[in-house]
Each structure stands twice: as structure tokens, then as C-alpha cells.
């Protein structure tokens, strides 16, 4: 049995579920971390990839056993072979998700966390008040698993919670039910599919990628290598709606074309915001982190560095709403600033760029490559575009007039 209130409670022990409530637990404050499934971390739905290690340390620390390959660079294929590479040594690493989610779960733990799995938020209510207190009000489901990921209902109980954070990923359920406009909308979401192939496909170190006309011009392919796996994530994904395509087919044809006899050990998919943040995700005593929140990169798909970084913002704010007796819509907005000015620029600024990149036709979309091309060569200098002036100028004052 739950106790009847807490402090916070969080739903969703992902990474940004869980980086929050051990963030708040550490500050003294009596937390609730609820995890729907029996298995923290599992089913694995994402690509995996996430931030450099000396970041991802911060959040600490982390075993070594959750990391599975040190990236040290990027190669994209883009359309009629002009192709880039991005060398940049740590510039992230491959996460083995099935044991890095319950490592953070543990992290909060550790830091005073009660940590429940097979434990469903069926409900959040309003802001109701008890004395001089402010709650909302959560009704759980508690199961009991039986050891396959299947959760069965046992009970239901009803908690007081002076604070809600909701890390529910990607559907967001709950951000749904409290008025917030989370929901998935058609045209801003990627469905991509993840195939777990047997041994490396690509450079074993590299995030390699296939974009534009010649491969999916409206999403794109990705092999990223689990090296102590010894697998490779071969996935692809492409926006909603689309031409009566089925991603699975799509994706198997792609794999069969670029790695003919490629051993398939098993598939996973799911749907990826590539919306940019949502511009309103808190209200009195409640906030969003994570998927939930959109803080998904709308250029490459990847969230859990943004999730993490959110689930921290949003824990600081909390507590600092805590010591001034205010969880107010308008004082958490403080914690939709911090994510915003610390990846939200980036986000939009990305967001733009994945529609301008799209809507171009095939020649135009040649001659941005080729720009972009002899940037990477170059080391990443500013002074190769003046080896390109017209086309660079061409294309920075289509960008600077695109509306998006």
C-alpha cells in the first residue's frame, strides 16, 4: 500500500521521471516515483543514443555496464551521394536502456525515493485545497506481474500529492486529462521502427544516418552500433501521415537494399514528437517533462539527453517553489524558461531547419548538402563557406524568409 500523501509525485520512471524525483527526494521532500510497467526500461522503444559521457555523469553516477559504445562522430548519406562525415571524438554514446532506466530508478532510490513499478496513474484531478494546502489528487491502479512484462489489477488507491510531474513519454495521458494539448498531432510526429540486427552494419563508432530524396525525404534511416552487444539498431521512420506506406515494410526494404542478408533478432517501434517543445506544459502544481513535454529533438528524433535535462529544470524549480510556498502555473513557468533557453532555442531553430530541408526540391536540396559538405571537411570553419559565397547566401536567405 502507497501512503496517502507525499510531496510530489511523479509519473513515468524514465529518465526524466527519474532524474526528477530523485532530484526533489534529495531536497528533503517526500517523493513518489510510479512506473506503469513491471519492468523499469522496458520494452526499449527509442534509438538509444543520447548525450557525451561527461555530461551524462552529471545525472551520476552512471555504471559502466549501461554504456555501450563511445560515438565519436556522425556520417549522413544524403541524396545523390554527397555525402557527409562529422568527425567529433565523444561527442555521445549508445545506451543499453534495459539497464540504464533502473540504474536511475535506483539513483532515486538511493536518494529517498519510494520507487513502485506495475503502478498505473489512472487518474489526476484538479487543484482542490486542505487547510492551508494545495494537493491534487491521484488515483493509482496497483497490479501484480507475473515475471512477462503483463501487469494484472489488484487494487486501486486514491493519494494527495502537493505536486504532480508527469513524465508518462509520448502518448501523455495524463497531460491530456489535466487540459494540457499534448497529443500527438498528425504531420508533427515521426512512427519509426527499430530492427535489432546481429553484428555491427556500420562504422562501429559512428551514428550513421540516410536523409533526403533518394532514401525517406520526410523522415530518414539510421544505424546506430551497440558495441558490447555486438548488435546494430537499423531503424527508419517517416511523419504521419504518409502515402499509404507501412514503416515495417519501408524499413525491411531499406535494410535488404543497403545490408543483403542482415539477421534480424527482433523489431520495436513506436511514435516520435517532431513537434519542438510545447509551449505550455505546467499548471498549478502539475508540469510535464520528457516526451511529454515534446522535448524530443525534432531533427534527429532523440530525447533522452532533453529528458534528463528537463527532469533536472523541473526538480529545481519544484524545490524552489516548495521554499517559497508556491507551485503556481506561473511561478513552474520559471522551470518551461529554463528548458527553453537551455535547448529550446535549439529546438526551434532544428524544427525550422527539418522543414526547410524537406520542402525542398532534389537540386536544391543537392546544393545545401554540398554547402554543408564542405563545412564538416573544413573542421567546421566559418571560412569554407566563402569558398561557396553564392550558394551559401542563396541558401541562408531562403532560410532567413522560410516561414516553417
Excluded at 533478432?265 to 510535464?288: C, E, M, N, Q, W
Excluded at 519544484?318 to 507551485?327: I, P, R
Aim: aromatic fraction near 10%; include cysteine.
Amino acid at each position: 500500500m502507497l501512503d496517502n500523501k507525499y510531496d510530489v509525485v511523479v509519473i513515468g520512471a524514465g529518465p526524466g521521471g527519474s532524474v526528477a524525483a530523485r532530484n526533489v527526494a534529495r531536497a528533503g521532500y517526500k517523493t513518489l516515483l510510479l512506473e506503469k510497467r513491471e519492468r523499469i526500461g522496458y520494452p526499449v522503444r527509442c534509438g538509444e543514443a543520447s548525450t557525451n559521457l561527461e555530461d551524462l555523469q552529471t545525472y551520476g553516477p552512471i555504471s559502466e555496464d549501461c554504456i555501450e559504445t563511445i560515438i565519436n562522430g556522425l556520417y549522413i548519406y544524403g541524396p545523390n551521394g554527397v555525402n557527409i562525415e562529422v568527425p567529433k571524438p565523444g561527442t555521445g554514446i549508445m545506451l543499453d536502456r534495459e539497464k540504464f532506466d533502473p540504474w536511475l530508478a535506483k539513483l532515486a532510490a538511493d536518494d529517498g525515493a519510494e520507487v513502485v513499478t506495475a503502478a498505473r496513474a489512472e487518474y489526476v484531478g484538479d487543484v482542490e485545497t486542505a487547510g492551508n494546502d494545495g494537493y491534487r489528487k491521484v488515483r493509482v491502479v496497483l497490479g501484480k506481474g507475473n515475471g512477462s512484462g503483463s501487469v494484472t489489477a489488484e487494487s486501486t488507491q486514491e493519494i494527495l500529492a502537493k505536486m504532480v510531474i508527469a513524465a508518462d513519454g509520448v502518448e501523455s495521458r495524463i497531460g491530456r486529462m489535466v487540459g494540457l494539448d499534448s497529443i500527438q498531432k498528425p504531420g508533427l510526429t515521426c512512427t519509426g521502427i527499430d530492427f535489432h540486427v546481429k553484428g555491427m552494419l556500420t562504422r562501429p563508432d559512428y551514428l550513421t544516418f540516410w536523409q533526403g530524396h533518394d532514401f525517406i525525404n520526410d523522415g530518414y534511416i539510421w544505424s546506430f552500433p551497440k558495441q558490447k552487444s555486438n548488435m546494430t539498431k537499423f531503424g527508419a521512420g517517416f511523419l504521419i501521415p504518409h502515402k499509404n506506406e507501412n514503416i515495417f515494410d519501408v524499413t525491411m526494404e531499406w535494410l535488404n537494399k543497403l545490408f543483403p542478408g542482415a539477421e534480424i533478432d527482433h523489431v520495436v517501434g513506436g511514435v516520435i514528437p517532431v513537434s519542438s517543445t510545447l509551449k505550455d506544459y505546467t499548471l498549478d502544481r502539475f508540469a510535464l517533462v520528457g516526451d511529454a513535454a515534446h522535448h524530443t529533438n525534432p531533427l534527429t528524433g532523440g530525447g533522452i539527453a532533453a529528458a534528463m535535462r528537463a527532469g533536472r529544470f523541473c526538480a529545481q524549480t519544484v524545490v524552489e517553489g516548495f521554499k517559497n510556498d508556491n507551485l503556481s502555473k506561473q511561478f513552474l513557468k520559471t522551470y518551461e524558461k529554463r528548458c527553453y533557453d537551455y535547448f529550446g532555442k535549439t529546438h526551434d531553430f532544428e524544427y525550422k531547419f527539418r522543414k526547410f530541408l524537406l520542402e525542398m526540391n532534389k537540386e536544391d536540396q543537392i546544393g545545401l548538402y554540398k554547402v554543408l559538405q564542405g563545412f564538416a571537411l573544413s573542421g567546421y570553419k566559418k571560412s569554407a563557406f566563402l569558398k561557396t559565397p553564392i550558394q551559401t547566401a542563396k541558401y541562408l536567405y531562403k532560410f532567413a524568409k522560410f516561414k516553417g
